[in-house]
């Protein structure tokens, strides 16, 4: 056979290159996200063009205007009726544009707008060699310690690569809940994983510890990711497919037809069961649920602490918003095989996370193990499987971020000559030292443990209300008693501030610049609006409810 009629045959299998669909974007709908990809990776071209001096304003004012440009596109498409009426799946099937995927949009972006301020801050150190220092390390790449260390912060160096890392984390943060099929969930995933493993790293004081973290960090989570890639392809077994509606349709046996290739393993249970589960693992390890949470102590801990305030406020609501989308689109119909689990799950995550948080000596251990308990109560919203199991987890989230960002902005200030002060015994007295900043993180305090005229308080009473009309009333029960746990160390921080004596050599607290101080503005502002006067917060969550299939 000669090279031509191989060629004309393979040119006639293939047919005429204008069959080839082009893929159809509705750029309009995804701008949120493109907007943050486009500004970081403008602050990678930052970073190689723009003078050391301006950068790191550079890089703050492109950070900010990028975050506020791409809410006002989230609070465009919500007026828009994208929420809605007009909800639908973009993207050629890879994005949902719904109610809830608008909704934790817009929280992810506010709350890392009001993070970026405290990643901004430069006022706390006191300044090395004239030049003014912020929590990141000189330059990331020289060994603790050493002398090139040493002529970085000498020459004034500062990481302002943390903005664009940012930038790129919260972009897969934002794919991350509006993702419509397992490999965009996946790609979003390691989008927002990699650039935080990195900035756990840099912390400029306790860079061992903070390396530490970050290695950790880094392992974990990719035993995490591979959990999730191997589930997947489990479930692609199983269902001949990667989309969610399709997975959805197999699952309740709406599907007739039957990819030949797959056929012997299409509906195959097994298959189901245990890709489900292992996809289930890899996103209760990002929620940070027990037994999946041996990260979160450690990593809270070693990491800048405004790198701590972004992750625990901002990974939690995208973490949650996709669970929420694989229970409620993908899996309704294995319903019964996935509750029991979550119970259990839910139970030994708000104990553990209560219980093991009174041992704690660190004050930002302390908060790692309380977010571990936020993480069983949210999850009590999402076993209720109602309209308003989603609504309530939607209020909960937007109140918990900030109040997280707001109680690790507090944290900054307290420093000795080693730079924050986060030993609990340091801050005993605080609270006739600094009346204000104390008062402020009781309020914070006071918010996690759930006391009424708080943002907590709230969230709690709606997750728990909805978890007992779902028919969990025993798991409203343990929330309770977890709460009550919880509460006596959140209130023995602040008997420890108010009425014991400070000692002599015990922390300042920094007076921060503006940018610190209109977080914790904003945090104070958001917890006691949404304590006082919920209502608004709780219909516009219930509006945005409802997922598209």
Avoid at 94 to 114: E, K, R, Y
Avoid at 126 to 145: C, I, L, T
Avoid at 363 to 383: C, D, E, M, P, Q
Wanted: with cysteine.
């Amino acid at each position: 056979m000669s090279t031509t009629a191989v060629h004309s045959l393979w040119t006639t299998a293939a047919g005429p290159l204008d069959k080839i669909p082009a893929p159809h974007i509705e750029y309009a709908q995804l701008a949120p996200t493109l907007i943050v990809v486009g500004a970081a990776i403008l602050g990678v071209l930052v970073e190689a063009f723009v003078p050391r001096k301006s950068r790191h304003y550079t890089q703050v004012f492109l950070a900010v205007v990028a975050l506020t440009a791409a809410f006002a596109a989230v609070v465009g498409l919500a007026a828009g009726g994208y929420g809605t009426t007009k909800a639908h799946i973009a993207a050629m099937g890879a994005i949902a544009v719904d109610g809830p995927a608008l909704f934790l949009q817009g929280t992810i972006l506010l709350a890392s707008l009001v993070a970026v301020f405290t990643f901004a801050e430069r006022r706390l150190d006191p300044a090395a060699h004239g030049n003014r220092v912020d929590s990141f390390a000189a330059q990331a790449g020289s060994v603790p310690g050493s002398d090139s260390e040493k002529a970085a912060v000498k020459a004034g160096f500062t990481t302002t690569e943390v903005f664009p890392l940012a930038l790129f984390a919260v972009a897969g943060m934002l794919v991350f809940p509006a993702a419509n099929d397992l490999l965009t969930l996946f790609i979003a995933l390691e989008v927002f994983s990699l650039p935080l493993y990195l900035m756990c790293a840099l912390a400029r004081r306790k860079r061992l510890m903070s390396q530490e973290a970050a290695v950790k960090y880094f392992l974990l989570g990719a035993f995490s990711s591979a959990f999730l890639l191997f589930g997947i392809a489990l479930v692609y077994g199983y269902a001949g497919s990667v989309a969610y509606a399709r997975i959805a349709d197999v699952v309740d046996g709406t599907v007739q037809t039957i990819d030949p290739a797959l056929a012997g393993t299409m509906g195959n249970d097994a298959l189901l069961l245990i890709g489900g589960a292992m996809i289930l693992t890899g996103l209760l390890f990002k929620v940070g649920a027990v037994p999946f949470h041996m990260w979160t102590p450690d990593v809270y801990q070693g990491a800048p602490t405004p790198v701590t305030g972004f992750m625990a406020a901002a990974t939690k609501v995208a973490a949650f918003g996709a669970l929420l989308r694989l229970l409620y689109v993908v899996l309704p119909g294995l319903r019964w095989d996935w509750r029991p689990i979550m119970w259990a799950i839910a139970i030994v995550t708000m104990l553990g996370g209560a219980i093991v948080a009174i041992t704690q000596t660190d004050i930002k251990r302390l908060l790692a193990y309380s977010s571990i308990a936020h993480a069983g109560f949210i999850l009590a919203g999402v076993i209720a499987v109602t309209p308003d199991g989603v609504s309530s987890v939607l209020f909960y989230l937007l109140a918990y971020s900030f109040v997280t960002i707001g109680a690790f902005a507090v944290v900054t200030l307290v420093r000795d000559a080693g730079g924050e002060a986060t030993h609990l015994s340091k801050w005993a007295g605080l609270g006739r030292r600094s009346p204000l900043v104390a008062a402020v993180f009781a309020v914070f305090l006071l918010a996690f443990a759930g006391i009424p005229l708080t943002s907590g308080f709230s969230g709690k009473f709606a997750v728990f209300r909805a978890a007992a009309e779902g028919g969990a009333g025993a798991l409203v029960v343990v929330g309770v008693i977890s709460s009550a746990i919880a509460a006596f160390f959140y209130i023995r921080v602040i008997v420890l501030m108010f009425f014991s004596e400070p000692k002599a050599e015990g922390p300042t607290v920094a007076v921060p610049s503006p940018l610190t101080m209109t977080t914790i503005a904003v945090g104070v502002a958001v917890t006691l609006v949404l304590g006082v006067a919920p209502q608004y917060f709780l219909d516009l969550a219930g509006q945005a409810s409802v997922f598209v299939r």
